[in-house]
Nanobody, 123 residues
Framework: QVQLAESGGGLVQAGGSLRLSCAAS????????MGWFRQAPGKEREFVAA????????YYADSVKGRFTISRDNAKNTVYLQMNSLKPEDTAVYYC????????????????WGQGTQVTVSS
């Protein structure tokens, strides 16, 4: 059974940092693209960042470029999202996802999803 388990969310002041983790299990993800998406209250889910597991190549939404960094640890089968210089508009539920259609910002290309972790940034 494939599982993506997010952790690391919480409450932080604007300008602070958080690191989200996504532990993947249940199949091999060497050919996968791992993505982070987020959904703020009253808004649609949006792409944040993605990483090709094998090559390590990364892709970011313009809104987080330069502030967020996605990475992976092959030995731990875990993907991370380091979030710095957080802003109140980063407040959302953050989801980890896995897909096998190459680097994509389209959520329809991701077939496995975690339950999400709440990130709240206070002003």
């Amino acid at each position: 059974q494939v599982q993506l388990a997010e952790s690391g969310g919480g409450l932080v002041q604007a300008g602070g940092s958080l690191r989200l983790s996504c532990a993947a299990s249940g199949r091999t993800f060497l050919s996968a693209t791992m993505g982070w998406f987020r959904q703020a209250p009253g808004k649609e889910r949006e792409f944040v960042a993605a990483i090709r597991w094998s090559a390590g190549s990364t892709y970011y939404a313009d809104s987080v470029k330069g502030r967020f960094t996605i990475s992976r640890d092959n030995a731990k089968n875990t993907v991370y999202l380091q979030m710095n210089s957080l802003k109140p508009e980063d407040t959302a539920v953050y989801y980890c996802a896995a897909g096998f259609r190459g680097t994509s910002s389209y959520e329809g290309d991701y077939i496995y999803w975690g339950q999400g972790t709440q990130v709240t940034v206070s002003s």
